[in-house]
């Protein structure tokens, strides 16, 4: 069973940049595929980058293209999205997953780091 757990969110100005570790225990990178979802208060889960074990990125939400990236470090088992030009709708709860051999069915999810922009 993979072990993820999340660090880096925060409180930040409309236009300010956050960087969300994963850290990742139990697995080897070459059977998973790794990503980030969020939810917003009333909203449902929606994801929002999501790559391969071998660093390929397969998805990015299109309201975060061009400020938001996604990527790894195998070395250190971790996962990073990088948020540059926040905005208040980016306020949520984000949550780094793993699914082993990509498979949606077979996704563990870490406790989620809360991102909070203010106007």
């Known amino acids: 069973q993979v072990q993820l757990v999340e660090s880096g969110g925060g409180s930040v100005q409309a236009g300010g940049s956050l960087r969300l570790s994963c850290v990742a225990s139990?697995?080897?990178?070459?059977?998973?595929?790794m990503g980030w979802f969020r939810q917003a208060p009333g909203e449902e889960r929606e994801l929002v980058a999501r790559?391969?074990?071998?660093?390929?990125?397969?998805y990015i939400l299109d309201s975060v293209k061009g400020r938001f990236t996604i990527s790894q470090d195998n070395a250190k088992n971790s996962l990073y999205l990088q948020l540059n030009s926040l905005k208040p709708e980016d306020t949520a709860m984000y949550y780094c997953?793993?699914?082993?051999?990509?498979?949606?069915?077979?996704?563990?999810w870490g406790q989620g780091t809360q991102v909070t922009v203010s106007s």
């Open positions: 997953t793993a699914d082993h051999m990509c498979l949606a069915s077979r996704r563990s």
């Open positions: 790559m391969t074990g071998r660093g390929d990125v397969l």
């Open positions: 139990g697995y080897n990178p070459d059977q998973y595929c």
